[in-house]
Nanobody, 123 residues
Framework: QLQLVESGGGLVQPGGSLRLSCAAS????????IAWFRQAPGKEREALSC????????DYADSTRGRFTISRDNDRKKVYLQMDNVQVEDTGVYYC????????????????WGQGTQVTVSS
């Protein structure tokens, strides 16, 4: 059974850092793209960044580009989202998703989704 599990969310002060993890299990290979999405309260879900199996990265969201960094560790079957200089508007539920066609783009249909992890930025 293919599964994605996010972790690492929590409460962080503005200007602080947080690292989210997305653990993949059940995949028979590493040939998939992982993307991070965010859904802020009262807003639609938005794509933030994605990383393909060949480590091609697209930082899609203007609001997080330069502050958030996506990375991948295939040995551990994990994808990370390093969040630096977080702002109050970064509050939301963060999801990782897998595209098993490995298209390397965040604007395609993703096959598998995690349950999400809450990030709250507040002083």
């Amino acid at each position: 059974q293919l599964q994605l599990v996010e972790s690492g969310g929590g409460l962080v002060q503005p200007g602080g850092s947080l690292r989210l993890s997305c653990a993949a299990s059940g995949f028979t290979s590493d040939d998939y793209t992982i993307a991070w999405f965010r859904q802020a309260p009262g807003k639609e879900r938005e794509a933030l960044s994605c990383i393909s199996s060949s480590d091609q990265i697209i930082d899609y969201a203007d609001s997080t580009r330069g502050r958030f960094t996506i990375s991948r560790d295939n040995d551990r079957k994990k994808v990370y989202l390093q969040m630096d200089n977080v702002q109050v508007e970064d509050t939301g539920v963060y999801y990782c998703a897998a595209d098993t066609l490995d298209l390397g783009r965040p604007d395609v249909e993703f096959d598998y989704w995690g349950q999400g992890t809450q990030v709250t930025v507040s002083s």
